[in-house]
């Protein structure tokens, strides 16, 4: 499965952000957005699950980012609204066959898109 990320780019606090990940196949169980800031660890930002369409969140982003999926398209999308500075980051998608329970978990994914630079000025 190739993972193809987009959407990122810069913009000021509060703005929004639409990112996607379009999928070369029918994607595994759950499909996850990650963010990595320089100098930081990896960490979790939101996951769906393919079948019905669980949704969760890190508590950082929650309330202010949406996943969601078209299975039709095989796409993934993220809608990060009312944006901060901390949100800057590398984000990237991932796919998985892990148990919900351990989505949080970047070693748990089998496939990894290229990332998206996101940057929120202030």
């Known amino acids: 499965v190739q993972l193809q990320a987009s959407g990122g780019g810069l913009v000021q606090i509060g703005d929004s952000l639409r990112l996607s990940c379009a999928a070369s196949?029918?994607?595994?169980?759950?499909v996850s957005w990650f963010r990595q800031a320089p100098e930081n660890e990896r960490e979790f930002v939101a996951a769906?699950?393919?079948?019905?369409?669980?949704?969760k969140y890190a508590d950082s982003v929650k309330g202010r980012f949406t996943i969601s999926t078209d299975k039709a398209k095989n796409t993934v999308s993220l809608q990060m609204n009312s944006l901060k500075p901390e949100d800057t980051a590398v984000y990237y998608c991932?796919?998985?066959?892990?148990?919900?329970?351990?989505?949080?978990?970047?070693?748990?994914?089998?496939?990894w898109g290229q990332g998206t630079q996101v940057t929120v000025s202030s």
């Open positions: 991932a796919v998985t066959r892990v148990v919900w329970s351990a989505v949080r978990d970047p070693s748990q994914y089998d496939y």
């Open positions: 769906i699950r393919r079948t019905g369409g669980s949704t």
């Open positions: 196949a029918p994607t595994f169980h759950t």
